[in-house]
């Protein structure tokens, strides 16, 4: 799925993992649902990436489900 954003736009995302399921929302939409069971994990890091562009992140916080 394809994505527009905006230049100097500022958006509200949230990713929700769950064992192999993952979903990714922006501004409240679902933009991401897949699930990939060789791709379980319980523990581990987060990591956030731009490809080709800038970012900036503000009260980013991660919680248990």
Known sequence: ???LLRHG??????????????QVFLDGNRIIDRT?????HTDGHVGLNVFGG??????????EL
């Open 1 to 3: 799925m394809t994505t």
């Open 9 to 22: 736009a500022t958006y509200h995302l949230r990713i929700v993992h769950q064992g192999a399921r993952v």
């Open 36 to 40: 990939d069971p060789a791709a379980a």
């Open 54 to 63: 800038r970012a900036g992140y503000q009260d980013t916080y991660a919680k």
